[in-house]
């Protein structure tokens, strides 16, 4: 990403940029010079970027948004609402990684440092004052959560995954942060050690250790790609004999079914599938659904303020320019004040010095407020009242 964003600042028609990467898509938010010429240099580098060219038309995969759209998405996309997975637990930490690899690059100013400024806090305004990111939406978090309704807090409990593919993997790293005594059962023990390596705890075994797993298990949960069940009755009676006095709550969230649905007969053992999960699941997409116009409602207040403050800049160089031209007149009037008058005491200065300033900023207020004002809701009146005041003033103003 740092590389990405060097090569990004070296396209003279970028001014700035920031990318953001996730599973299922690649953003470039910018700041152009031109329209016309800065959307074909980002087109440019994002077929040639360590590509030297891509073997498809790469512009049938992408879309462009500009001014409020291009703000609007990038709300969205960190309240959750543009995710696949609706409410998706992972895209603001992702928003909030690509706004600070491009400060790291220095990719990034103004434009964009308020921009995901805004989003980061749509994001989190949305989280906390909606249900859009509550209740478990995955497989894997709602087999843990399931678990959990069964066991009670899963600190300290032992719990073997078996299985190092997606669900596996979500299951084990969910594990890490519940505090449990993970082991990890896999049929290649190399694809386990490395997940167990990855996730930063835990036990790594093969299937012919799933026996052995089973007498010291809380919770099993299992989500292979096998054909056949990997838990027979016979099996996992066996295990139980050994520890009479345990319960054992087994999650299969595998299709098909890694354990044979006869087990659930075993006294002490309890069991659930993906059908019992996958209903958990859609009950809670649905209150997630739910809190959609509530969100659409922040998104809409955070644009607004987005915008407002993207059209207000028209009015900064003419603030600027009339505050240091007023400051620096009130600063040359005390000089010759002070010259004149030696006899004054540091208290006496301070006090005249206290006053103008008071005159100075009471007399610019309402101005200042009005070129504001027309800025954030008249863009094209705001350049011609700051064109007057320019003029009225003799102030020497630098466009943006």
């Known amino acids: 990403m740092s590389e990405a964003l060097t090569a990004l600042r070296d396209y003279d028609g970028v001014l700035e940029a920031a990318m953001l990467s996730t599973c299922g898509r690649i953003e470039i938010y910018a700041e152009l010079k031109e329209y016309e010429s800065g959307t074909n240099q980002l087109k440019r580098f994002l077929g040639n970027f360590r590509h030297g060219s891509v073997a498809y038309d790469i512009e049938s995969y992408m879309y462009t948004l500009l001014g409020r759209q291009a703000i609007e998405h990038l709300m969205r996309v960190a309240t959750g609402l543009d995710s696949m997975l609706i409410g998706e637990a992972q895209i603001l930490g992702q928003v909030k990684d690509a706004y600070v690899q491009a400060q790291r690059a220095r990719s990034t100013g103004t434009l964009l440092h308020q921009l995901f400024r805004e989003a980061l806090s749509a994001g989190k305004a949305a989280r906390s004052q909606t249900a859009i990111g509550r209740?478990?939406?995955?497989?894997?978090?709602?087999?843990?959560?399931?678990?959990?309704?069964?066991?009670?807090?899963?600190?300290?409990?032992?719990?073997?995954?078996?299985g190092a593919g997606k669900m596996g993997q979500a299951?084990?790293?969910?594990?890490?942060?519940?505090?449990?005594?993970?082991?990890?059962?896999?049929?290649?023990?190399?694809?386990?050690?490395?997940?167990i390596a990855k996730v930063g705890t835990g036990k790594a075994h093969t299937l012919f250790a799933l026996a052995q797993a089973l007498r010291d298990a809380d919770v099993l949960i299992t989500s292979t790609g096998a054909t056949h069940f990997i838990l027979d009755y016979e099996r996992a009676a066996a295990a139980m004999s050994q520890r009479p006095d345990r319960p054992l709550f087994i999650?299969?969230?595998a299709v098909p079914r890694d354990v044979d649905p006869e087990v659930a007969t075993i006294p002490g053992v309890a069991l659930t599938d993906i059908d019992a999960l996958s209903a958990v699941v859609d009950e809670s997409l649905e209150s997630r659904r739910a809190a959609v116009p509530l969100v659409e409602e922040i998104v809409d207040e955070h644009v607004r303020r987005m915008v407002e403050w993207y059209q207000s800049r028209s009015a900064v160089p003419v603030i600027a320019s009339l505050t240091?031209?007023?400051?620096?007149?009130?600063?040359?009037e005390l000089e010759r004040l002070f010259a004149r008058c030696p006899e004054l005491?540091?208290?006496?200065?301070?006090?005249?010095?206290?006053?103008?300033?008071?005159?100075?900023?009471?007399?610019?207020?309402?101005?200042?407020?009005?070129?504001?004002?027309?800025?954030a809701n008249d863009r094209d009146e705001a350049i011609l009242h700051t064109r007057i005041v320019g003029e009225l003033f003799e102030l020497e103003l630098t466009k943006r």
């Open 345 to 375: 005491t540091e208290r006496e200065r301070m006090l005249i010095k206290g006053m103008s300033l008071t005159i100075v900023s009471r007399l610019l207020h309402s101005a200042i407020a009005r070129i504001r004002e027309k800025a």
């Open 171 to 195: 299951a084990a790293r969910r594990l890490k942060t519940e505090g449990a005594h993970l082991t990890l059962v896999n049929r290649s023990q190399e694809r386990a050690s490395d997940v």
């Open 135 to 162: 209740y478990s939406v995955s497989i894997a978090t709602a087999a843990i959560e399931m678990a959990k309704a069964h066991v009670g807090e899963l600190a300290g409990k032992h719990v073997v995954v078996v």
């Open 324 to 332: 240091q031209k007023a400051d620096a007149i009130r600063e040359a």
């Open 251 to 253: 999650v299969d969230i």
